[in-house]
T-cell receptor, first 113, second 116 residues
Framework: GESVGLHLPTLSVQEGDNSIINCAYS??????FIWYKQESGKGPQFIID?????DKRQGQRVTVLLNKTVKHLSLQIAATQPGDSAVYFC????????????FGKGTLLTVNP | GAVVSQHPSWVICKSGTSVKIECRSL??????MFWYRQFPKQSLMLMAT?????????EQGVEKDKFLINHASLTLSTLTVTSAHPEDSSFYIC????????????FGEGSRLTVL
């Protein structure tokens, strides 16, 4: 069936290191991918998105990579800070579905000072 | 960015009562809003798509009579949990889009429901 999943449920890094969070998706028809950050007790916060006609997109300290061949998505956070500690979700959608989002399971990122 | 507001942010109710959660787009008109449910340490699960002026579209396995959705205006959608039971305790999150079939999805801060 259709699913968006994550390879690692938890990730612990040292402050200042780079973080990489991975995500696998199964639906080859997905054409839009988003990464969200969710802090405890709050709603998801948009981080960065990428469309299927791209393989890389950069934001402020974040980079999303898309490998359509293996259906893999990753989020790279440069110089990770304690404020980056949160659960990160990938989500996918398809134009034909009114861009309904299907969320992955989430990765808990813990940044150690 | 656009702001989506949910109210209440948390609510405690007795089993058997009904609870209404509001989702408002504060600075834009939202023709489509989505309602999600999230259990502790789990992902967001889409419950239904709310379209202004029409009936909501529910995901498979979501009881439409249990979770009533009303999208009466372009800035307000409500989710009513009817005859709530302890298993309905969850974090309910809404999101809204500022353009039909496209555009960024903005999320509310969520509403935590605890049913005693």
């Amino acid at each position: 069936g259709e699913s968006v999943g994550l390879h690692l449920p938890t990730l612990s890094v040292q402050e200042g290191d780079n973080s990489i969070i991975n995500c696998a998706y199964s639906n080859s028809a997905s054409d839009y991918f988003i990464w969200y950050k969710q802090e405890s007790g709050k709603g998801p916060q948009f981080i960065i998105d990428i469309r299927s006609n791209m393989d890389k997109r950069q934001g402020q300290r974040v980079t999303v990579l898309l490998n359509k061949t293996v259906k893999h998505l990753s989020l790279q956070i440069a110089a990770t800070q304690p404020g980056d500690s949160a659960v990160y979700f990938c989500a996918d959608s398809r134009e034909g579905s009114n861009y309904k989002l299907t969320f992955g399971k989430g990765t808990l990122l813990t940044v150690n000072p | 960015g656009a702001v989506v507001s949910q109210h209440p942010s948390w609510v405690i109710c007795k089993s058997g009562t009904s609870v209404k959660i509001e989702c408002r787009s504060l600075d834009f008109q939202a023709t489509t809003m989505f309602w999600y449910r999230q259990f502790p340490k789990q992902s967001l699960m889409l419950m239904a798509t709310s379209n202004e002026g029409s009936k909501a579209t529910y995901e498979q396995g979501v009881e439409k009579d249990k979770f009533l959705i009303n999208h009466a205006s372009l800035t307000l959608s409500t989710l009513t949990v009817t005859s709530a039971h302890p298993e309905d305790s969850s974090f309910y999150i809404c999101s809204a889009r500022d353009r039909p079939y496209a555009g960024e999805l903005f999320f509310g801060e969520g509403s935590r429901l605890t049913v005693l």
